[in-house]
């Protein structure tokens, strides 16, 4: 049963096609990694399928309903977005956009705050203000705030890019754990991390999707080469394959 699905998506910008003609279908519990290299539309499918970009044809579906006929606020509980880049207009605590996000949902409960704080070790920066934060820091109070009402839909733009080794790790791994009750869709730079942490891989190059598979399938796949304009060695380890560029 599919909960989120493209279909048929073109987004242009003047003469500039970032999507070219899209169309993926997404089950309700699905961990997915979306990769491509840069430019490919990795970031601009994922705000179509959110509803922040709209398309300049084609349609998003959020289960049985076009997802432009869905009011704003039935849309903000279903589908949980998470930015590549975010400021807020005022400089709010960490306790304060926990508690906005919780009201998004319908929200004010006091231990599904302090849930979430725990979950990102925010506990003792919930006093702090945004401007105060380290890059790492407000990437995972972002992170709490989208996740605070556990949204039946995650959209997640490269959430582990700011994070340092021990966070990334446990974020990416988080997320794609999210798979087994909800759907959780995450652009994941770092291909090791996406290809042992999901089940299902998006390749995306050029504004199209060109494989989706399951990552074991993917791995091996050379338009993961062609994609990227490189020849990958698989490598194997003891906690599975890594790809490294070859020389030359």
């Known amino acids: 049963m599919s909960v989120l699905a493209a279909e048929s998506l073109w987004v242009r910008r003047g003469d500039a096609a970032l999507l070219r003609g899209v169309s993926l279908t997404l089950g309700t519990t699905e961990s997915v990694a979306l990769i491509g290299p840069n430019g490919a539309g990795k970031s601009t499918l994922l705000k179509a399928l959110a509803g922040i970009e709209p398309p300049t044809s084609g349609k998003v579906r959020l289960a049985d309903r076009d997802l432009a006929t869905v009011p704003l606020a039935t ?58 934060l380290s890059g790492g820091e407000r990437a995972r109070a972002l992170l709490a705030t989208v996740l605070v009402v556990e949204p039946p839909v995650l959209l997640a733009d490269e959430p582990a890019a700011s994070l340092d080794i021990r966070h990334r790790l446990a974020v990416i791994q988080a997320l794609a754990a999210r798979g087994r009750k909800s759907l959780s869709v995450v652009v994941v730079h770092d291909l090791d991390l996406a290809f042992a942490n999901f089940e299902r891989v998006v390749l995306m190059s050029r504004g199209e999707i060109v494989a989706d598979e399951p990552a074991p399938r993917l791995l091996a796949d050379r338009r993961l080469d062609e994609a990227f304009g490189v020849q990958f060695a698989r490598l194997e380890t003891e906690q599975g394959y890594v790809l490294r560029p070859r020389p030359g």
């Open 75 to 132: 849309r903000a509980r279903a589908i949980g977005f998470l930015p590549q880049h975010f400021e807020p207009h005022w400089d709010l605590s960490v306790e304060q956009l926990l508690r906005l996000g919780a009201q998004r949902g319908g929200q004010l409960a006091g231990d599904a705050l302090e849930k979430a704080a725990a979950a990102f070790e925010l506990s003792t920066l919930q006093r702090r203000r945004w401007s105060t």
